[in-house]
């Protein structure tokens, strides 16, 4: 029996330790306040492209205006974001995210009643005004952490719980917004997706307690902030996670082309799954860790990680190759996504935040773009195994980033010990 004990109590020992590392953050006054409200903001936006893609689809008739439809959503949500993020760190959350929700949801809105009954650009238009306005609550999420803590370590456990989060909703909106699409009526996942970013949004912005104040200084302070988004840990951040999205952009399409190949695209929706659920496993265990690693120490081997996982996509373009690519690849996602965050949280001048946040999205989303377009055409003219080559090349913009991020961290250490 005591040995049971003793067994039992050093396999659930680290789930512990890792429990009571993310309760002692959520403990924080006003922690818990916004953390919630965030999180299902963050499900949100996690439902709304696919929610507009069903609802524009059905009511147009058309797959070309559906898809023109989300392109232009992601390229306005990826350029307008830092420009908004610059309105939120001037003015405050509490001012500017009531203004940014209700223009989404507005937008929204019009999209779904304009589409199919108005000309195409119109329903275009109100598309690419909602991606332009749509919250970044991730961001405005970490913005609140780095004002509400000061410890290395614990900013490290929040923005893995963040990394966490953002793997739940990416893995469970696309399925809720299915089903409300399918189940009820093609425009009720875009309806429920709107409902909940206004939900979580205007919740979070009545938490005036953990909001960072708001930076409307000029002169010498606007030099700072420009400099410091120029700070060289950010752009190589910038460059990591512009790699990773890049992962993500071809992922959706390898693996439905080698599903379909095979007579299995019903597996699909299971396989992609994958990345997410050892996601979760990965930002748990970078989390807990008791020692606290350099975030660019971290960035390199997440990237070498991804990077092996991508080979063995290209050795083995089956189904079964591409799942165990998957699942090698999505223990790095955490671990890059929470190191990017230190390193905004450290580089980036507190008059900026919200925008050094926002650009590491945007970065993803602008790698998203690019390799999905790429592997499409790839997938088309030559096969699965045509489209992972050129992926080598592409995630390894994100190992050469993180490389000189590293490099330079350790340069800039070994010249000012206390650095």
């Known amino acids: 029996m005591t040995t049971a004990r003793s067994l039992l109590s050093s396999v659930l020992g680290p789930f512990r330790s890792t429990g009571a590392r993310y309760g002692r953050v959520l403990d924080h006054p006003g922690a818990l306040a916004f953390f919630l409200p965030a999180a299902v903001a963050r499900l949100g936006v996690a439902m709304t492209g696919l929610g507009l893609l069903f609802s524009i689809q059905h009511a147009s008739g058309s797959f070309a205006v559906a898809g023109a439809s989300t392109a232009g959503f992601s390229i306005a949500e990826a350029v307008a974001g830092p420009q908004v993020a610059r309105l939120v760190d001037r003015w405050g959350q509490t001012v500017t995210v009531p203004v940014i929700v209700a223009a989404h949801a507005a937008a ?47 900013l490290r456990v929040a923005f893995s719980l963040e990394a966490n989060v953002n793997d739940v909703v990416f893995l469970s909106g696309p399925i809720l917004v299915t089903l409300a699409s399918t189940s009820l009526v093609p425009w009720a996942g875009s309806a429920a997706a709107a409902t909940l970013v206004a939900l979580g949004g205007g919740t979070l912005s009545l938490q005036p307690r953990t909001a960072p104040a708001p930076r409307r200084g000029r002169g010498r302070g606007r030099n700072r902030t420009r400099t410091s988004l120029l700070a060289p840990d950010f752009l190589a951040a910038l460059g990591v996670n512009l790699g990773l999205g890049c992962f993500f952009g071809a992922v959706p399409l390898l693996v439905t082309a080698a599903a379909s190949a095979r007579g299995m695209l019903s597996l699909t929706g299971l396989v992609l799954a994958v990345p997410s659920a050892a996601s979760i496993i990965a930002g748990l265990v970078y989390g807990s860790m008791r020692a606290t690693p350099r975030p660019q120490a971290a960035q390199l081997v997440a990237t070498l990680v991804l990077t092996v996982a991508v080979l063995v996509g290209v050795a083995w373009p089956t189904l079964l190759g591409l799942a165990i690519m998957l699942t090698i690849g999505g ?62 090349v592409l995630v390894l913009a994100a190992v050469a980033s993180a490389a000189l991020s590293f490099r330079y961290a350790r340069t800039r250490s070994a010249s000012d010990p206390s650095a």
């Open 108 to 154: 929204v809105a019009a999209a779904i009643t304009t589409a199919g009954s108005a000309p195409v650009p119109v329903t275009l238009a109100a598309v690419m005004v909602a991606g332009a306005v749509t919250p970044q609550p991730g961001a405005l999420s970490a913005a609140r952490w780095s004002h509400l803590l000061t410890d290395g370590p614990a």
């Open 331 to 392: 223990t790095a996602i955490a671990p890059l996504l929470a190191s990017s965050s230190q390193i905004v949280q450290a580089t980036v001048d507190g008059s900026a935040l919200t925008q050094g946040f926002t650009w590491i999205n945007s970065a993803s989303a602008i790698g998203i773009a690019m390799s999905a377009s790429l592997t499409g055409a790839l997938i088309t003219h030559g096969g699965v195994r045509a489209a992972t080559m050129p992926l080598v």
